[in-house]
């Protein structure tokens, strides 16, 4: 018996409706593949973060550990106090101080009262008022701006570094330093080396990774801040962007440190 219309009619229907299931079921999945691997990527980037600061953890026990051996060796290399001496001093009685001794035993010398004291200035790095440095250096700020800057905010009508410097965005990046010296040196590789020019060419972006091939911790840095403050340590160095995830950068890094490309061109500093 021949399917009538009205029949046909209803598979049809039936048909459109179960593709449009299928359909359904097929954008869910899709939306349930991007959600888990945006998860994933997440962890990766967890996972390679941690295992960084576990490498980090582990030089830094190395060191103690090479500082606990050399001092050891030191301490075997001291002569030992000499028998006879160690026995003359446990034999020897003790000395009661007397009334004379005790007035006879220098004494500091106290300043005469009344007298004022005056703070001494360092005419070579002044700190300005506003200020709690010397000298600053934007490293990254407003419209790419940089440079160095001896106050904090504008003084007898010169721009202070509060001036191309938000400190609620993420890619400014500024040091103080101790002296106008000091700041200028570091200011100057930074700019010899290119760097500025290298962060001028785009905006910063989500994908945007450094590789330090020559600094004071060459690597793969995941953004501009820790790019200057890690990797260069505010000084300059041979960098390149890297467009892609974090593990992808450490892999160019990884294949440049293979290949003899990598090394450390200064020693890591505490104070600035």
């Known amino acids: 018996m021949n399917p009538t219309t009205s029949d046909r009619k209803a598979q049809r229907l039936e048909a459109i409706r179960k593709a449009m299931e299928q359909g359904e079921a097929l954008a869910s999945s899709q939306q349930a593949l991007v959600a888990?691997?945006?998860k994933r990527q997440e962890a990766e980037?967890?996972?390679?973060?941690?295992?960084e600061q576990v490498d980090a953890d582990v030089e830094d026990i190395a060191a103690h550990l090479a500082n606990v051996t050399i001092a050891t060796h030191e301490l075997k290399n001291l002569p030992s106090t000499p028998t006879r001496a160690r026995n003359l001093v446990v034999s020897t009685p003790p000395v009661t101080p007397t009334h004379r001794s005790a007035i006879n035993s220098p004494s500091p010398s106290r300043p005469p009262r009344g007298m004022t004291f005056?703070?001494?200035t360092d005419?070579?790095?002044p700190v300005t008022p506003g200020s709690r440095a010397p000298a600053y250096v934007v490293y990254s700020g407003k419209w790419n701006q940089h440079?160095?800057?001896y106050a904090w905010s504008r003084v007898k009508g010169l721009p202070g570094a509060q001036s191309i410097y938000d400190h609620s965005n993420h890619s400014h990046v500024i040091r103080s330093f101790s002296t106008r010296q000091l700041a200028e040196e570091f200011y100057e590789e930074f700019v010899d080396a290119?760097?500025?020019?290298l962060l001028a060419e785009q905006q910063p972006a989500d994908n945007e990774r450094f590789i330090v091939i020559e600094g004071v911790k060459p690597g793969a840095y995941k953004n501009r801040k820790s790019l200057i403050m890690d990797g260069l340590q505010y000084r300059g160095g041979v960098v390149y962007r890297f467009v892609g995830s974090q593990p992808g950068a450490w892999a160019k890094f990884n294949e440049l440190r293979a290949n003899g490309l990598t090394r450390n061109i200064h020693p890591p500093r505490e104070t600035f």
């Open 45 to 51: 980037e967890r996972l390679v973060a941690l295992t």
């Open 123 to 125: 005419t070579k790095n």
């Open 36 to 38: 888990h691997e945006i």
């Open 118 to 120: 005056v703070e001494e």
């Open 147 to 149: 440079g160095v800057f």
């Open 194 to 197: 290119g760097i500025p020019e």
